[in-house]
T-cell receptor, first 116, second 114 residues
Framework: GAVVSQHPSWVICKSGTSVKIECRSL??????MFWYRQFPKQSLMLMAT?????????EQGVEKDKFLINHASLTLSTLTVTSAHPEDSSFYIC????????????FGQGTRLTVV | AQSVTQLGSHVSVSEGALVLLRCNYS??????LFWYVQYPNQGLQLLLK??????LVKGINDFEAEFKKSETSFHLTKPSAHMSDAAEYFC????????????FGKGTKLSVKP
């Protein structure tokens, strides 16, 4: 299957700083990318959907000014957690899919963010 | 609205025993259904998917699932559990179309006893 690379796999940052997480589709063009957040022992919650070249669509309750998403190219999307706080500590997972009907979404390996 | 319910947050089986993980869905349109596996601190790996073709879907690692419209179910099975199958399993429904996102169930943790 196609490969989606997410970087970094884990990061520790100080409260108040910003952290950028990258999601790359290595062997296909990702028209759409999704960002999920997963709390411990819980399911994935969709945060936002981004289409290349346009603004991301955020799910209800997700602060777009805090979680900045950029999808500037067909192979790269970034999630920046701004002014991070301990409650932002979580596992963040991206997925990417190409254009077409019934196209599969491929997942990155996730990023464990710990804010201290 | 589409939703997914996974019955049982934790299932424990013995090595070599049958694995049955339950998933029921709710959808106002013909659904696309998926099963994913997640190992600790990793992303999701697709096990299998149903996209309106054959109702019995075979996936990787001898997993399979059967789409039953009358029961609105898509249960995941494996004839013989292996220690390496211990992981978290998620059932998901696609809202449809090339831009549809996935709605996930809450997950079922599978433990395999030696």
């Amino acid at each position: 299957g196609a490969v989606v690379s997410q970087h970094p796999s884990w990061v520790i940052c100080k409260s108040g700083t910003s952290v950028k997480i990258e999601c790359r589709s290595l062997d296909f063009q990702a028209t759409t990318m999704f960002w999920y957040r997963q709390f411990p022992k819980q399911s994935l919650m969709l945060m936002a959907t981004s289409n290349e070249g346009s603004k991301a669509t955020y799910e209800q309750g997700v602060e777009k000014d805090k979680f900045l998403i950029n999808h500037a190219s067909l192979t790269l999307s970034t999630l920046t957690v701004t002014s991070a706080h301990p409650e932002d500590s979580s596992f963040y997972i991206c997925s990417a899919r190409a254009t077409g009907v019934n196209t599969e979404a491929f997942f990155g390996q996730g990023t464990r963010l710990t804010v201290v | 609205a589409q939703s997914v319910t996974q019955l049982g947050s934790h299932v424990s089986v013995s090595e070599g025993a049958l694995v049955l993980l339950r998933c029921n869905y709710s959808s106002s349109v013909p659904p696309y259904l998926f099963w994913y596996v997640q190992y600790p601190n990793q992303g999701l790996q697709l096990l299998l998917k149903y996209t309106s073709a054959a109702t019995l879907v075979k996936g990787i690692n001898d997993f399979e699932a059967e789409f039953k419209k009358s029961e609105t179910s898509f249960h995941l099975t494996k004839p013989s559990a292996h220690m390496s199958d211990a992981a978290e399993y998620f059932c998901a429904v696609n809202l449809g179309g090339s831009q549809g996102n996935l709605i996930f169930g809450k997950g079922t943790k599978l433990s395999v006893k030696p």
